[in-house]
């Protein structure tokens, strides 16, 4: 832990991610299963999933422009978990298609605002030892993984309808958690006069690093959309398919913990590199070698460099490329450009090709992050900002 940081603010921050990503990991791999049972087919959990991710594309830029005004980051987060919290409360009232429809949208418009305002707390909290943001995060990594192995256990003996309940524990979780964060801390920020935050997105190094990001959340649609649908077929046992899952978040755990030696060791472009080519042999293994369980372990695995150290390199680029004030707007843009935009594409193909042919859709994702790694050599990358 870094010296720069109270070990009672170390644990807040920590137990926050804890919930967010124990949510997801009760999401993720069991929501799709849950709408399965509910009778809805391949092309409507497509549309389901498209729907949740589309909201970030706004949600984030919305709640980030009020968080500005405001000056109030932290309060924003406690709005839209309570907020979330309350809307979801609406899947217990119906099932039906067009009222699951809204519930989702409205409930992911206020829960896609939390996470780009705390990672900036979060980085604020820090104090300048930014290579330590990995070592929070990993709770989160933790939480999911206590919940994808718990639920396929669970679900393997008791019913999938029980799954809204456990998602709205921790949408709770995460409201209460969010009550112990402050956001006092100033981040530190180079500044640029005369700099506008559009003159930053049009710099084609930016451009270039957020088409990069996109393809690489638009390669991760089917697998989140699909993946468990995909091993249900196959057999697998659904305690096997949530080990599985928590297998790919080990491997991003280990590489959380890792993360700020290798920051400081190799280049942001080498991480970049690796992580896409390795992305790209994931969903190649997933898609030719789904039946072989061991060769499915390795792709697992690879969710450390397709998720983990992906991401670990993202925010520390948004972090070095939208200096002069513009770090909460950089996350928000990130955020809705790849994982609402990105991710709600990807979704959104993966439910069109399901039903035409499974494979296809993973071979899909394989491309998606050919034409990352061809762009990923437009980008220049920044030197490390210094504080003030």
């Excluded at 706004?58 to 405001?70: E, H, K, M, Q």
């Excluded at 959104?348 to 790694?373: E, K």
């Amino acid at each position: 832990m870094s010296s720069s940081i109270a070990p009672a603010t170390y644990w807040r921050l920590s137990s926050f991610y804890f919930f967010y990503f124990a949510l997801l990991g009760a999401w993720l791999p069991f929501w799709p299963l849950y709408l399965q049972d509910l009778g809805f087919d391949a092309e409507a959990i497509g549309y389901m999933t498209a729907l949740l991710m589309a909201t970030k594309i706004i949600a984030p830029n919305i709640w980030s422009w009020v968080a500005d005004v405001a000056d109030q980051r932290m309060r924003m987060v406690r709005y839209g978990s309570l907020l979330a919290f309350i809307v979801f409360l609406g899947v217990f009232v119906s099932q039906q298609f067009w009222w699951m429809a809204f519930i989702i949208t409205a409930y992911s418009f206020f829960w896609n605002a939390v996470l780009p305002q705390f990672e900036v707390v979060t980085l604020a909290c820090l104090g300048g030892r930014f290579n330590r943001y990995s070592q929070i995060r990993l709770w989160g990594s933790v939480g999911f993984i206590v919940a994808v192995a718990g639920l396929g256990v669970y679900f393997d003996y008791f019913a999938i309808s029980a799954l809204p309940w456990f998602i709205a524990l921790c949408l709770l979780g995460v409201w209460l958690c969010s009550l112990l964060v402050t956001d006092k801390h100033k981040t530190p920020q180079v500044k640029v006069h005369g700099q506008s935050f559009l003159s930053v997105v049009k710099n084609p190094s930016v451009i270039a690093f957020l088409l990069t990001c996109f393809l690489l959340q638009l390669s991760h649609g089917p697998y989140y959309t699909f993946f468990s649908v995909y091993l249900e077929g196959y057999d697998y046992s659904r305690a096997l398919i949530g080990f599985l899952w928590s297998f790919g978040v080990i491997a991003e755990v280990a590489v959380f913990i890792v993360m700020h030696k290798l920051l400081a060791r190799f280049s942001l472009k080498s991480i970049l590199l690796v992580s896409l080519i390795l992305s790209v042999i994931r969903w190649v293994l997933i898609a030719y070698y789904v039946e072989n369980v061991w060769l499915l372990l390795i792709a697992q695995s690879l969710h450390a460099a397709s998720f983990g150290s992906f991401h670990a390199y993202a925010v520390e680029m948004v972090r070095r490329l939208f200096v002069d004030g513009f770090q909460v707007q950089g996350m928000a843009l990130y955020s809705s450009l790849s994982y609402g935009g990105g991710g709600a594409l990807g979704a959104m193909l993966s439910g069109w090709l399901w039903d035409v042919n499974a494979q296809l859709t993973f071979l899909m994702a394989a491309v998606a992050c050919v034409l990352a790694i061809v762009i990923s050599f437009f980008i220049n990358y920044p030197r490390e900002p210094s504080s003030v």
